[in-house]
């Protein structure tokens, strides 16, 4: 997954936030929402976004595969990244 050019990304101490400085929308972010948008925009897949996930937090693995598809689906849908 890659940010589209105008998405910045800012960690904070409770997660992170995605701006997109093209409309000035933003997304705040959990930790492990944080997680999963570094692992893929580090160039990992999903099923390694959800092994991090998992690991870090000790949740559900199908828990886990939902929550990585639904917050990549949705910086897709938001036009703030690419698949």
Known sequence: MKL???IAVTRTDYGG???DQRG???WQLNDSGTLILTT???GHDLAT???RLVEAYDI???RAEAD???LAQ???DAEMATP
Do not use: F, S
């Open 17 to 19: 936030v995605l701006l």
């Open 60 to 62: 559900d693995r199908a």
């Open 24 to 26: 000035g929308a933003y």
């Open 4 to 6: 589209k050019d105008g």
């Open 40 to 42: 893929l925009t580090e």
């Open 49 to 51: 976004a959800v092994d």
């Open 74 to 76: 949705q910086l897709v």
């Open 68 to 70: 990585v598809a639904e």
